[in-house]
């Protein structure tokens, strides 16, 4: 049996000044992404039940960005026509898995996995299973779940099981080529912007441990919580429940709706607690223990923020700390100009603060450079075994504080940027560090405590910010009148 294995991956963040063209897509054709074998991935579970079942995979194309702005459509067309164009080549096939994230706008189209599911299945026809993966930070519609034969949605957040639900995707290509049926798929949208909430505990634990009693019962083959993307302004913005059955559309509707259900009335558990960037340097240091994780969630480049923000740093420069590390800020040009000075040397340096004036002014600094290295790492929590490029990282002394500088936009999942260059963040009381939730696969085991500050920032949860021209009903938590209830047939 054929598998052929293709996707375009991008978080898409509208309120980003910039678009996203090709060339900032990291691209793996043909044999190139099986590069991916053995990493908790995607594309690394693809492969990896390919394998365990005996399956040919068929590597078309792999694509996938940081989150950023709106995708050039040019990009997005030479991306999709060479999908095409594979699966074409390729033919015949006996199936088709999509890698893709489910929160992608293209200039022109604000459903990229829809636009792309479709065009696939028309070009295989409706005799060969098409099933995709997603990130579960997608605003997805029927559109594209009609055009597939499976939803697999990451169940976690942080997404420790990427590689485990693309390989429920494969197996589910094999069960419908042997067992000759044909799944249906319910999207059920619910009018919540969801803030960044993790499964590992709280709300977020408690709702996912529902969706996935829902998935235990008869004739359902899936249960995705989508829990959306909220830095964006579409009209299919919100939270989804996509459920996927056997053959049964209208199960799939009423679990999808009594799902949905629990989640709006839950929604004032999911209501965030912010505090200023002082505010959770005050808190982090009355903590017991060490280390102290304090996470800066609203200049997460996980959600397209510039990674440059300086808010946070600030706090720990005006409170005088020695004991704090800061694991990492976005600057190429201190980068460099470390690196060309070298270890042992003491630089003045504008750091941060220069994509916007929202997140922050750009510091004025001395900092003597203790260490330096190339930014080529392997991650070791989620996504474990997939390579990182951050681009050449410098550690500068900084008034009594580490801070990492990195040159490639991305946020930090695990401890390896502090290792690197020679930092163990078990020895210091205060690790600081942008992210919104996938640090804590790397992190939650280690730290005493978890701080989050939210100063102003692209991935604020103080969502309210932001302008919402396309919203076709009003949204909780920022509309006092949004509703979900009678409309939805409750």
């Known amino acids: 049996m054929r598998i052929a ?174 067992e000759n049926f044909r799944p249906v798929s319910h999207v059920e949208t619910v009018p919540i912007l969801m803030p960044t909430t993790t499964t590992f505990l709280g709300p977020g634990k408690a709702m996912l441990e529902a969706m996935l009693e829902a998935e235990a019962e008869d004739g359902v083959i899936d249960v995705s919580w989508f829990h959306g993307f909220p830095y964006t302004d579409t009209s299919v913005v919100g939270t989804h429940v996509v459920v996927t059955t056997r053959e049964d559309r209208a199960a799939a509707e009423r679990v999808g709706k009594r799902m949905a259900e629990s989640l709006w009335n839950a929604r004032e558990t999911f209501r965030p607690r912010s505090l200023s960037a002082e505010e959770a340097v005050t808190e982090a240091l009355i903590q017991p223990g060490k280390p102290v994780v304090i996470n800066e969630t609203s200049d997460n480049c996980g959600g397209g923020t510039p990674g440059d923000g300086t808010h946070l740093l600030k706090a720990m420069l005006d409170a005088e700390l020695t004991d704090a590390c800061f694991g990492f800020i976005v600057d190429a040009d201190v980068a460099a100009q470390a690196h060309e000075a070298g270890t042992g040397a003491t630089i003045n340096i504008d750091l941060g603060g220069k994509y916007d004036d929202l997140h922050g002014d750009t510091l004025n600094l001395t900092g003597y450079v203790k260490a330096l290295h190339d930014g080529h790492l392997v991650m070791q929590a989620m996504a474990k075994g997939s390579p990182i490029n951050l681009g050449p990282m410098a550690r500068l002394l900084v008034d009594g504080i580490d801070v990492i500088v990195a040159s490639a936009r991305s946020q930090t999942f695990d401890p390896e940027p502090f290792l690197a260059v020679g930092i163990d963040v078990m020895r210091y009381k205060i690790v600081a560090l942008k992210s919104s939730n996938h640090f804590r696969a790397g992190f939650q085991d280690l730290a005493a405590a978890i701080v989050t500050a939210d100063p102003p920032g692209l991935t604020t949860h103080q969502i309210q910010i932001f302008e919402r021209n396309k919203a076709p009903q009003p949204l909780w938590p920022i509309h006092k009148d949004a509703s979900y209830g009678e409309q939805h047939g409750q």
């Open 5 to 178: 294995i293709a996707g375009i991956s991008h978080e898409t963040n509208s309120y980003c000044r910039d678009p996203t063209p090709a060339a900032d897509f990291h691209q793996l054709r043909g044999d190139a992404m099986f590069r991916a074998r053995g990493q908790e991935s995607q594309l690394g579970g693809a492969l990896a039940a390919c394998e365990r079942l005996g399956l040919t995979p068929v590597p078309i194309l792999a694509v996938g960005a940081q989150p950023s702005g709106i995708i050039e459509r040019a990009a997005y067309e030479l991306f999709k026509q060479e999908i095409l164009h594979g699966l074409e080549r390729e033919a015949p096939i006996d199936g088709v898995l999509l890698n893709l994230h489910g929160a992608g706008v293209v200039d022109g189209i604000e459903d990229l996995e829809g636009d792309l599911a479709v065009s696939v299945r028309k070009l295989v026809g409706e005799a060969i299973p098409v099933v995709a993966t997603f990130d579960l930070h997608g605003n997805v519609t029927q559109t594209m779940a009609d055009a597939l034969d499976g939803v697999f949605a990451c169940h976690h957040y942080p997404h420790i099981d990427l590689h485990l639900r693309a390989e429920e995707a494969v197996e589910l290509i094999v069960k419908m080529r042997e």
